[in-house]
């Protein structure tokens, strides 16, 4: 990887170039330019290798110059790219290999294009791109004088940039420049980037949010898209985007929801209205904020980190709502039942004095004796009728009533509060730290 830090770099065809022009501009005679203007009418527009049997080898640099982040699936590069490589057959007629340098260059005019081979590259994964025109077209070749050729062009190309979010936000969108020539197969014409020119880097970006980590200038690691072995190569920037931006955008909001749900607890158990509408807005938003955010991030983003905070704070708004349907539940159950002792105290007290009435009428029929053994009688069937009763009652409910009716729904509202608080804390704490302290690895 090269880093950020090479911004003091020069590009090294431009300053060979930029030294030839400021050293002797006038260095071709015009009756040696004249004899370069009759060799170029000549048409040489087949590949070198026609011509010389061996693979043609195409060296290329670039010298970025602008780079813009225009949101979070896609960035603008604008840069300078040369192609350097040899055609013998366009060495001058009148040079030789010792008198003759770099400063001895011609520039090839335009009309001359279609008589020398030039380097068929281009950006494979390209979303858009141009080549500038301002003011006239971008494209140069210069000569030399062993029948080295240097095509320069000034291109912008929009790429899409993937996203390397194992533990977002912390993480990195990798944008490759894929260089590849089609036409020929890699034993023919083969792609290297230059050892002595190498690509440079100088830029940043100019938005405040991202910022250049780093760059690396390789071959091809997923150069499967090709359906001939041709040659590729790739320029890799990573980027690094604003922490404190995501947070703002993306956790924030997630925060504040989670939050309005904890606010529901305070909310008296018998406002079932209000409790309801609470709970079930900060549900619509924590599913609002998470759809919203998909459109933010690329469509491949897998289920990482991110998916992970909205579903845990999804979890707590759901238990926010799962607290009170439990609780309101059991305060319904505990009045219902007490409803039921209360008619059932009723009851028996109204079968007693039913009883007593009875005894009393028939103290005229019988005697002293008798009547003492009926009212014990009479009295032991009502009693045992009484308790079967009851216990028929408690029989029905004998599952889960009696622990029920012991639940104190003022003390689960209570310790539920402080658990929801501390434990959404605790979660808070481990996401960031395991967040902050994790270096992400750009594949």
């Known amino acids: 990887m090269v880093s950020i830090g090479t ?39 087949n590949p070198p290798f026609y011509h010389t049997g061996n693979q043609t080898e195409i060296r290329l640099s670039i010298y970025m110059t602008e780079m813009r982040f225009l949101d979070r699936t896609e960035a603008d590069f604008t840069f300078y790219y040369y192609q350097v490589w040899d055609d013998p057959r366009l060495k001058y007629p009148f040079a030789n ?41 971008n494209r140069f070749v210069w000569l030399l004088s062993n029948g080295t050729l240097v095509y320069s062009m000034r291109i912008t190309a929009g790429l899409a940039c993937d996203l390397q979010g194992v533990l977002f936000p912390n993480a990195l969108f990798v944008c490759r420049l894929k260089f590849r020539i089609h036409s020929y197969t890699e034993d023919k014409v083969s792609l290297v980037w230059d050892t002595n020119l190498r690509p440079t880097v100088p830029v940043d970006f100019d938005n405040e949010e991202v910022s ?30 604003s922490f ?9 909001p997630s925060i504040f929801i989670v ?66 349907t439990f609780v309101h539940a059991v305060d319904v159950f505990q009045t219902k039942m007490k409803r039921k002792e209360e008619q059932m105290k009723l009851r028996r007290k109204g079968s007693n004095v039913t009883m007593e009435t009875n005894v009393d009428s028939r103290t005229s029929s019988t005697n002293n004796l008798e009547m003492n053994a009926i009212d ?7 009693k045992t009728s009484n308790m079967n009763e009851n216990v028929d009652v408690i029989n029905d409910f004998s599952f889960g009533v009696r622990f029920i009716m012991k639940i104190s729904t003022g003390r689960v509202e209570k310790y539920f509060r402080i658990m929801y608080a501390v434990a959404y804390i605790v979660v808070q704490i481990l996401f960031w730290t395991i967040c902050l302290n994790y270096e992400e690895l750009s594949k």
């Open 212 to 241: 250049l980590d780093a760059w690396e200038a390789t071959q091809c690691t997923q150069d499967n898209s090709a359906v001939i072995d041709s040659s590729c190569l790739e320029l890799k920037v990573n980027i690094k985007v």
């Open 244 to 252: 404190a931006s995501n947070v703002v955008r993306i956790f924030m």
């Open 97 to 137: 290999d010792t008198a003759w340098g770099i400063k001895h260059y011609h520039v090839v005019r335009r009309k001359y294009f279609d008589n020398i081979w030039l380097a068929e590259s281009y950006i494979e994964n390209e979303l858009r791109s141009r080549v500038h025109d301002s003011t006239m077209s």
């Open 376 to 382: 014990l009688v009479d009295t032991a069937n009502g």
């Open 7 to 45: 911004r003091n770099m020069i590009s090294g065809i431009l300053c060979i170039i930029i030294t030839a022009l400021s050293r002797d501009v006038h260095s071709l005679t015009p009756a040696q330019r004249d004899v370069i203007e009759t060799m170029l009418q000549t048409d040489n527009s």
């Open 259 to 324: 939050v309005v749900g904890w606010l529901s607890f305070w909310i008296e158990r018998s406002e079932v209205s209000a409790r309801i509408k609470l709970g079930t807005l900060s549900m619509l938003a924590m599913i609002t904020e998470q759809v919203g955010t998909k459109f933010f991030l690329p469509v491949n983003f897998k289920v990482r980190s991110f998916e992970v905070w909205y579903i845990m704070s999804l979890v707590f708004v759901v238990a926010a709502m799962f607290e009170y």
